[in-house]
Nanobody, 119 residues
């Protein structure tokens, strides 16, 4: 099992910034690709960004490109999501998830952290 714990969420005004963290334990963290997902009220969960096991293979959805930055520190078993220029539509519960390189199933999930952007 790989345990994932998100933190860093909160309430922020539009245009502000937050940095989310996803801390892992239980298995060799550097074996896993990590993704960030979010789920807004009344909507399905959507993929936001991912990063490869060694910090390569970074991908973002169009709506966050240029505003969000995903990074990882394998020495600290942590992945970060720096979110700048936040918009009202970024309000959601943010989850991190892990998958083994070369596979497509996100097999480990955290419990989520709430991000609320106010006007």
């Amino acid at each position: 099992q790989l345990q994932l714990v998100e933190s860093g969420g909160g309430l922020v005004q539009a245009g502000g910034s937050l940095r989310l963290s996803c801390a892992a334990s239980g298995r060799t963290f550097s074996n896993y690709h990590i993704g960030w997902f979010r789920q807004a009220p009344g909507k399905e969960r959507e993929f936001v960004a991912r990063i490869g096991s060694i910090g390569d293979s970074i991908y973002y959805i169009d709506s966050v490109k240029g505003r969000f930055t995903i990074s990882r520190d394998n020495a600290k078993n942590t992945v970060y999501l720096q979110m700048n220029s936040l918009k009202l539509e970024d309000t959601a519960v943010y989850y991190c998830a892990a998958r083994v390189g070369g596979t497509y199933e996100w097999i480990y999930w955290g419990q989520g952290t709430q991000v609320t952007v106010s006007s």
